[in-house]
C-alpha cells in the first residue's frame, strides 16, 4: 500500500502529545514538577495541532473529512471525539494550574489527563485494525502507538523539566521504563508484520486481467526485510537502539537537556519509520478473490 505521510505524522504526533500530557498528568497528580505545568500543557497542544492540521492533506477536499463525521462507528469520528476530550481536559487544567497560587492540579483533573490520553491512543490504533490487511489487523499495531506515546512523552517532560530547572527524580526512571516499553512494542509489532505477511506469500503470482505483465503483489512486498520495507526497517531498529543508549546515558549523568532531546528525536523517527512500515506491509486479502 502507499505510503500515506500525512497520517504517519497525524498518528505520531497525536501518540507524541498524549504521551507528553498523560507524564505531566502522572507528575501533577504527585504534586511534582509544578513550574513547567503550564509550559507542558502549551506544548502538547502545539503538538496535538500539528498532529490535527497534518491529516488534512490526507483528504482530496477538506470538507470530504465531514461526510465521516455522521457515522459514530467510523474511526476518523472516535479519533475527533477523543481529541476534542483531550482538548476540553487540557484547557480545564490550564485554567486550574493558573488560578492555583501553588501551581498545584487537582488531582480529578490529572487522573482525567491521564485517561483521555489512552482513550487518544486506543482510538487512533483501533480504527487501523482490519481484517482484510493481515499485517494491520493486530492489538499490536494499538500497542504500537502506545509505546511511541511511552518514549516520547517522559522524554519532553524530561527536556522541558531541565530547561526550567526543575528537577525531578522520578523522571529518570521514566524514561527508561517508557523507552524499554517502546523498544519492545515497537520490534513484536515488526515480528507481527512479517508473520502476517505469510498469508500473502503464496499469492505472488496472481495477475490483474487489466495489467497482464504485472503481478497485484510480489512476495518481496510483503516482507520488513525486503523491497521498499527494509529501509524502513533498519532505520526503526537503529533509531531504538540510540535511544536505548541515550536513556542509558541520561541515567548515568543526568543531562536530560542533552538525552531527553536525543531520546524524543530517536522516538520520533522509530515511530515514523515504523508507520512507514506498516503501509508498506498493508497489502489487502482482496487478491484472494
Given at each position: 500500500m502507499e505510503v500515506q505521510i500525512p497520517l504517519v505524522i497525524f498518528t505520531s504526533f497525536l501518540a507524541w502529545a498524549a504521551g507528553s500530557y498523560a507524564t505531566q498528568c502522572i507528575l501533577a497528580f504527585k504534586?511534582?514538577?509544578?513550574?513547567?505545568?503550564?509550559?507542558?500543557?502549551?506544548?502538547?497542544?502545539?503538538?496535538?495541532?500539528?498532529?490535527?492540521?497534518?491529516?488534512?492533506?490526507?483528504?482530496?477536499?477538506?470538507?470530504?473529512?465531514?461526510?465521516?463525521f455522521g457515522h459514530l462507528s467510523s474511526g476518523i469520528t472516535q479519533e475527533l471525539i477523543a481529541i476534542v476530550l483531550m482538548v476540553v481536559v487540557m484547557l480545564i487544567h490550564f485554567l486550574m494550574v493558573r488560578r492555583s497560587e501553588s501551581g498545584d492540579t487537582p488531582k480529578w483533573v490529572a487522573v482525567a489527563g491521564v485517561l483521555v490520553s489512552l482513550v487518544l491512543i486506543v482510538a487512533m490504533g483501533h480504527s487501523y485494525m482490519m481484517p482484510a490487511r493481515p499485517a494491520w489487523d493486530s492489538v499490536l499495531q494499538l500497542l504500537s502507538l502506545l509505546g511511541a506515546a511511552c518514549i516520547l512523552g517522559?522524554?519532553?517532560?524530561?527536556?522541558?523539566?531541565?530547561?526550567?530547572?526543575?528537577?525531578?527524580?522520578?523522571?529518570g526512571m521514566y524514561n527508561l521504563i517508557g523507552t524499554a516499553a517502546n523498544?519492545?512494542?515497537?520490534?513484536?509489532?515488526?515480528?507481527?508484520?512479517?508473520?502476517?505477511?505469510?498469508s500473502l506469500q503464496s499469492f505472488a503470482y496472481y495477475f490483474d486481467p487489466t495489467h497482464p505483465n504485472y503481478a497485484l503483489k510480489a512476495s518481496a512486498d510483503v516482507s520488513i526485510f525486503s523491497g521498499s520495507a527494509l529501509p524502513a526497517t533498519v532505520i526503526a531498529i537503529v533509531a531504538i537502539v540510540v535511544s536505548l543508549l541515550a536513556v542509558f546515558m541520561g541515567k548515568k549523568d543526568g543531562n536530560w537537556k542533552l538525552w531527553g532531546a536525543v531520546i524524543v528525536a530517536a522516538g520520533?523517527?522509530?515511530?515514523?519509520?515504523?508507520?512507514?512500515?506498516?503501509?508498506?506491509?498493508?497489502?489487502?486479502?482482496?487478491m484472494i478473490y
Amino acid at each position: 500500500m502507499e505510503v500515506q505521510i500525512p497520517l504517519v505524522i497525524f498518528t505520531s504526533f497525536l501518540a507524541w502529545a498524549a504521551g507528553s500530557y498523560a507524564t505531566q498528568c502522572i507528575l501533577a497528580f504527585k504534586g511534582k514538577a509544578r513550574s513547567i505545568q503550564q509550559l507542558a500543557i502549551i506544548v502538547s497542544v502545539v503538538i496535538l495541532a500539528v498532529g490535527g492540521i497534518a491529516v488534512t492533506f490526507h483528504l482530496t477536499h477538506l470538507f470530504n473529512i465531514f461526510k465521516g463525521f455522521g457515522h459514530l462507528s467510523s474511526g476518523i469520528t472516535q479519533e475527533l471525539i477523543a481529541i476534542v476530550l483531550m482538548v476540553v481536559v487540557m484547557l480545564i487544567h490550564f485554567l486550574m494550574v493558573r488560578r492555583s497560587e501553588s501551581g498545584d492540579t487537582p488531582k480529578w483533573v490529572a487522573v482525567a489527563g491521564v485517561l483521555v490520553s489512552l482513550v487518544l491512543i486506543v482510538a487512533m490504533g483501533h480504527s487501523y485494525m482490519m481484517p482484510a490487511r493481515p499485517a494491520w489487523d493486530s492489538v499490536l499495531q494499538l500497542l504500537s502507538l502506545l509505546g511511541a506515546a511511552c518514549i516520547l512523552g517522559p522524554a519532553t517532560v524530561a527536556v522541558l523539566a531541565a530547561v526550567k530547572g526543575e528537577q525531578v527524580e522520578e523522571l529518570g526512571m521514566y524514561n527508561l521504563i517508557g523507552t524499554a516499553a517502546n523498544a519492545v512494542l515497537a520490534a513484536a509489532y515488526l515480528g507481527f508484520m512479517q508473520v502476517a505477511s505469510s498469508s500473502l506469500q503464496s499469492f505472488a503470482y496472481y495477475f490483474d486481467p487489466t495489467h497482464p505483465n504485472y503481478a497485484l503483489k510480489a512476495s518481496a512486498d510483503v516482507s520488513i526485510f525486503s523491497g521498499s520495507a527494509l529501509p524502513a526497517t533498519v532505520i526503526a531498529i537503529v533509531a531504538i537502539v540510540v535511544s536505548l543508549l541515550a536513556v542509558f546515558m541520561g541515567k548515568k549523568d543526568g543531562n536530560w537537556k542533552l538525552w531527553g532531546a536525543v531520546i524524543v528525536a530517536a522516538g520520533l523517527v522509530c515511530a515514523f519509520a515504523l508507520r512507514v512500515v506498516m503501509y508498506v506491509m498493508g497489502a489487502s486479502l482482496f487478491m484472494i478473490y
